[in-house]
């Protein structure tokens, strides 16, 4: 087990190496010059160019990207180009940010759904099993700001019952965490995202909830559990949920990787400041250390997520053995 982890976590490494070198390439590709949002070309030739050594624009390239490696490892990954503030700064309180609404909506998909599926390949081709099916097939279907807008139209729009967009009402900027989910507004600002989240992604673990329910349902085991007499929802739960639980979780990670970074119109579109709306307005304003942070940051989160999901398996599931060389 713990040889595995070291293997997993070198994989893991070796990947964040490789996407960090990939986004340093990228960044240097793009067409025009980042600069010119600090360094104006009216400025005095001795001031530019004191300005790009300030910057290590003037060292070669391998020479920017040993500095850049070393930049990532101690955190220190420059300021921005409009507001000159720390990126790591501006990330830290944009990733809370997503944090939230991504927690919230990942709830809602993943209770919701797995309690359907459940319910569903219990029920399996009747009435509420058809229902559940098409509904979570259509939303799945619906792009996330087809259902954002409708949900903005007639609930904050023409029934008055929602905030149209923000995190908290204006002029109440919150101290920290704690301040912020005390705030009455907060909690009314951040339904209709949750809901649009988790009607996107409901789909995926409801469905394979039910089919690997299905499958458990079919076992010998399950059959001696009616056997001996167990309450229905004792099996239902009990014996056969928790063994079909193995291949929600093993998508759950990467689910929640690509909510993180589906994030970008659900923010956009409720006005929500979290990494994805940072990422268009860093991307549209030519602020690229800002734009290289945020992408890195949502990498680094979804190649984690993978490696903690990976290790999950072996706790739940002990018929899966794990080794040096991977599971079986």
Known sequence: MFDYILRRLGYTLITLFAVATILFVIFRMLPGDPTLQVISPAMDEAVQTRMKEAFGLNDPMWKQYLIYLKNLVTLEWGRSFVSAQRVTDILAYRFWNTLLLMAAGMCLTLVLGIGMGIVMAWRRNGPLDVCGTVV????????????????????????GIFPTGGMYPAGQRPDGLIDLLLMPGFWQRIVLPTITVGAYYIATPMLIMRDSML????????????????????????????????????????????????QVVVESLFSWPGMGQLMV?????????????????????VIGLN??????????????????????
Do not use: C, W
């Open 136 to 159: 979570g097939l259509v939303f799945q279907a619906t792009p996330p700001f087809i259902t954002g807008l409708l949900l903005l139209i007639v609930l904050s729009y023409r029934l």
């Open 281 to 301: 307005e860093s991307a549209a304003s030519h602020d690229y250390p800002v734009a290289q942070g945020t992408f890195l940051m949502l990498a680094i989160l």
């Open 307 to 328: 490696f903690l999901t990976d290790v999950a398996y072996s706790y739940l599931d002990p018929r899966i053995k794990i080794s040096a060389t991977g599971i079986g």
């Open 215 to 262: 499958e458990v349902l079919g076992s010998d085991f399950i059959e001696l559990a009616k056997a001996k007499g167990l309450a229905p929802s004792t099996v239902m739960f009990r014996h056969a949920a928790r063994n079909a639980l193995l291949g929600v979780v093993t998508l759950a990670g990467i689910m929640v990787g690509f909510a993180v970074g589906g």
